[in-house]
Every structure is written in structure tokens, then in C-alpha cells.
């Protein structure tokens, strides 16, 4: 039996550099449930720890697999690489990615790979993952284990959890927990409620990942899991939150039965926070703090555009309540590589106006995206490396230079506005709160941004060499406005359910 397995998640990107830094709960959720097959499972996140502890671990510890996490494109070189380096170190050891974007580009990382990764598990990977060590230890063929992909072969696909909750994210195998935080909410740590979304905006892929599919767990195993965490805060990262009141206020009863007090950051749409106003209300009550909002426009086109599926008095209602009931938001909007300076300043013009957190993304087509299907032909830079959302990867109207003076104004400004003198002033209590017990997370986040976004950097990522570039979508030339099937675009179907799990 394949004993011992390493699990890795990779580095971070620019976004995190600065805002924030999550465990990787995907991942915790695949060790759990290698653990409860018998496995012994180490993990390094490389967020906070380095490439020179994988190298340690696979010369000390010897493991039989290693397993790498992507759920960012902008990942996939780094993971290959590693691979190789797997391979290189440990000839016998096999290896296997899963994730959101490895399960979008599974063949294509394959190739690039060259043999240095053996499999690719596309979605949920607490279901394959055990299979897959068994077949590798017993030297079987993984080649028809549900969601499993082989060089060439895109092989059966994968089968959802009937219930996704019962591994609970094996926290107890991460280490230097302290570093993980959002904002002020420092340390942090990080929980699921929900999983999916059935919404279809078309710049998204969470949508696709889960065929619209939208699983709740269940109340009392939440309360479980979220009684379980150590950290005063927390991050439900569902992709949309509360949209079915009843479960909302479900594990609002949990969370009042077991007396939990914790500050909560959660991200949901601005119809449901209409629409279910007084879970909203109550999880104020219970420590809610932070929201994000995605806003994504700021105007009627460009929420059509998006296939957003809200109108702008819908947005404004929602923000009009979150203020309401003190609950501190973000938004964000996104970019469009066409805008010229004059749209850029409209947007600076507003973020100004409106008390929110406002944050700016660039338009980005991902695999599994419906935009990716009509918008790839068209990319200035098959890097995968550029596929974060803060760098401009289709022609930009104005000259690339000039595009990231911008969006880097922008997000100064932005920036000045939460981060000003000011707001450092009004922060200046939390600061101290946090240094007295040793986290210096947020802090240093307040001093970073200048080193962090600027205009030559941003230039100079496109002059890297591109050893693995991203491939483009095999149905040439799809037109705007023309919609994709499922078959083209899901990777799970709603319908593919495992019996067990
Ligand atoms: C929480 C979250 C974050 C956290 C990071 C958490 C972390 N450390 O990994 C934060 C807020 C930092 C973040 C930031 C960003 N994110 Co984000 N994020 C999410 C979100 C909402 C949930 C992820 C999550 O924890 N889900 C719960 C766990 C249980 O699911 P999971 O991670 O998918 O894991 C399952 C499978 O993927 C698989 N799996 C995962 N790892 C492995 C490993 C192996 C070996 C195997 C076999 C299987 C496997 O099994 C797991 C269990 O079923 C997703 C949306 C989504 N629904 O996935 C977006 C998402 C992943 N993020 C996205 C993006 C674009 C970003 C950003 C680039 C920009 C931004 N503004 O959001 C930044 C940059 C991140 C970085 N690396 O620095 C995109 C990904 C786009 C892409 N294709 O690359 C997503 C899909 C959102 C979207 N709407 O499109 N993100
Ligand atoms: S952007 Fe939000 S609402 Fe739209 S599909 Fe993605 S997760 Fe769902």
C-alpha cells in the first residue's frame, strides 16, 4: 500500500500578496479523506512555507505519492515544475494533480508535463483520490476511476458527493496557521457552508465546475466544523452565501446552540442579500463583519454584458442595507482591456463617492469560462502566469503601458482611500490589538502595496519566457451570444452523483 502521501498547494499570486492569505481548504478536504482511508498524509502549504521544505520533505520523509493542488492557472508552471523535480528526487514516487483549473486543463497539463505527472483528478477529489492511491499500490490502471485523466485519455467523468461534508477539512495537518488572514480578520481561518452556485455569469467558472449544481451541507455538521476551528475568525468561502434563507438561519441555530463567537467575512450577490435581508441581520448579530459583493459594473451594459443577472438599483439596495446593519463591504469591478482613461477615472470618480471597499480586477477569459470560448482567439500572451486577473491578457485599446498606468492609479487611489492616513488612524487600534498578540499579518498588508502594484512590474511579468503556454479551445471561433452546452463547459454534471462516497 502506497503509505505515505504528500499533498502540496502552491504558491501564492499578486492578489494575495497583499489582501489576504487562505488555508487551502480544497486540499485539507482531499487529506481528510485520504487520512480516513488509511493514509499517512503530510501537507505543505507553499503560501507560507517554501519549495526548500517539499525538497526536505521528499528527501526525509520519502513519499510514496504527492498530490498537487492548482485551483489558480496562473499555478500550472510552477506545479509542472515541481512535478518534474518529484520525479527526479524519488523516480518510484507517483504523482497527481487535482483542483478547479487542473480540472479545466487536465489533458493540456498532461502534455506539457511530459510523464512527470501521472494522472489529473478532475472536480471533488475526496471521492478518486483513495482510488487512485489503491490502483497506484496495487499497481492497477486508474484508467476508468471516475473523474480521473490519463496522458491522452480524458477518461470517465467524475461523480459528485452525495455529501460533501462528511470530510471536514483535516486543519490539523497545516502549519503556521497564524499566517493565514483577510484584512483585519487576522489570523483567519476558512469554512464551507454550500457548494456551487446556480447562477451562470459569463466570465465565471465556479458555475461550470459544479454543472449549476447547489449542495447545502448539513446545519449540524457545519456547527461541528465551525466549533471545531481555533481561530477567532472566519471566511465562508461558499461562492454565493445565504441564498437559501432556511439553511442559513439553520446554522445561525447551531452557532447560537454551541455558543461559537466568532467575526465572519462571507461573499454573496446583491439579490440575495436583498431578498434574505434578516439572515443577513441575524448573522450580524452573530459576527458577521465583512462582505464582499460582486458588483463587477457599474453600469446597466455592463451587468448585461456579464450575464450578472442583477439590475444597478439592485446593487444600490443591497449596499443601502449592508450599511444598515454595519456590515463592512467590498466590491469589485472589473476592468475591461478595452476601457480608455476616460473610463477609468468615471470608475475612480464613484469608487470615491461610495463608502465601500472597492477593489478592480482586469477581465481575464479562463478555461471553463463562457468568455474563454469566444474571447481566447484573441490573446496577446499564452502565459499561464498572466491568468490572475491583474494582468491584460487580451489587445488592450490603449498601449499595454499605459492600460497598467491605469489600473495601477486606480487601485492607488483605491487604496488610499482604505489605506490613507486616515484610515490608518482609524485602523490604528485594531494595528496595536493585533501586534500585542503577535500577528503582524495586517500590518504588513498596510505598507506592501506600492512594492507590490506597479506599472513596471506588471510590464515585466510579460517578458518572461513561456515554457508551458495555455492552449486554446478546441471549438474554433465560437460567436458571442451563441451558448455553449454543458458538455462543452461543465465538469461536473448535476446528475453525475456517486452512490457513496
Ligand atoms: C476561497 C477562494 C479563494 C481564496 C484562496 C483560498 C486558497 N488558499 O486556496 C482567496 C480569497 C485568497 C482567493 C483568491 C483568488 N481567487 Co479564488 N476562489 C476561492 C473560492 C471562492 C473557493 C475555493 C475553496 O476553498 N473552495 C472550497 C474547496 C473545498 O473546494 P476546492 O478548493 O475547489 O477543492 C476541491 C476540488 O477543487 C479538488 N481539489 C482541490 N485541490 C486538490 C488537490 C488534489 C491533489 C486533488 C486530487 C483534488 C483537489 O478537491 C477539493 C474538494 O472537493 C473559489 C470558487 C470555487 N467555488 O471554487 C475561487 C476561485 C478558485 N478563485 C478564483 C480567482 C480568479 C482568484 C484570484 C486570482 C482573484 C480573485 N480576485 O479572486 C485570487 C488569487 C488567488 C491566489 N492563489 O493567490 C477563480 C479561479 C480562476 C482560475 N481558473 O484560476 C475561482 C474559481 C472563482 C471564480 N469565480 O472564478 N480565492
Ligand atoms: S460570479 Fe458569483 S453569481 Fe456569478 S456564476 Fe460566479 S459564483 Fe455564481
Redesign the pocket.
Known sequence: MASRVL?V?PS??I??EIF????????E??ASALEAAGYDVRLIDL?VLTAADVRATLKSWRPDAV???V?????VPEVIDLAREVKATLPQARV??????A??VALEMLAHADGAIDCV?R????G??PKVLEAFASGASVQGIPGVVTPGDLGAPPLLLPNPEKHMPARHLTSKRRKYFIGELDPCA?I?FTRGCPWDCNF???WT?YGRSYRKFDAAAAGEDLASIREPNV?I?D?VAFIRPEHGMAIADEVERRGIQKRYYL?TRADVLVRNREVFERWTRLGLRYMFVGVEAIDEDGLKRFRKRVVMSENDHALQIARELGIVVAI?IIADPDWDEQRFEIVRQWALEVPEIVNM?ISTP???TEIWLTDARRFTSRDYRL???QHAVLPTRMPLRKFYGEFVKTQDVLNKKHLGWQAVYDVFGITMRLLARGQTNFLKMLWKFNDVYSVDRLMRDHEGVVKYPIGLPAVAHRQAGVRPSADELYIHHPTAIAATA
Open positions: 499533498l498547494h501564492p499570486l492578489f494575495s489576504l492569505r487562505l488555508e487551502p481548504l480544497g486540499v478536504c482531499v503560501q498530490g498537487f493542488s485551483n489558480y492557472l496562473a499555478n497527481f494533480v487535482g483542483g478547479h483549473s480540472s479545466f483528478i472536480g471533488e477529489g475526496e478518486a483520490s476558512s464551507e465565471c467558472s465556479a465546475f471566511f468561502v461562492d461573499e469589485n480586477t479562463y478555461p471553463g491568468f490572475d486577473v
